[in-house]
């Protein structure tokens, strides 16, 4: 479903409005939410004492399917802020703390992080020359 959406986006690009998108954050949040409560609760299962093989192996195909969430909203991410540019920061930024445990386990994220780093600096630097520009009209 993932992958569905993030093809969506890709498709309908700028079309998608704020309120959508703002939607789409929402809904990440949730997936991130979920799928690090999941982690949590197979790092406790794997905890007690009667933990077997099998279960062993059942765990790390539950964690290696949790990474391919993580991997999806990587992408989602990756469309959003590569279609919104500085445009989607204030709901990147919002989205950070969620982004934190994600980014711990993976490691893929540096097309991610190059575009959010350009897409920063560039927001950065109108705000920079915004602010010059009302330090002048003063």
């Known amino acids: 479903m993932l992958d569905a959406l993030n093809e ?16 789409i954050v929402d809904e990440i949040k949730l997936v991130i939410t979920a799928s690090s409560s999941r982690k949590r609760e197979r790092a406790e299962r794997a905890k007690v004492e009667d933990f077997d093989a099998e279960e062993s192996e059942l765990i790390k195909e539950e964690n290696e399917q949790e990474e391919d969430v993580f ?18 920061l204030p709901l990147f930024e919002e989205l950070s ?3 934190t445990p994600m980014w711990v386990l993976q490691c893929g994220c540096t097309d991610i992080m190059t575009h959010i780093f350009l897409s920063y ?8 020359r915004m602010f010059g520009r009302q330090l002048y009209m003063d």
């Open 97 to 99: 703390s969620y982004l």
């Open 8 to 23: 969506c986006l890709q498709i309908s690009g700028t079309f998608v409005d704020e309120n959508q998108v703002r939607s």
């Open 121 to 128: 600096w560039r927001h950065a630097m109108m705000k920079t």
């Open 71 to 88: 991997d999806q909203v990587g992408e989602i991410l990756g469309t959003l802020i590569k279609t919104f540019k500085a445009s989607f």
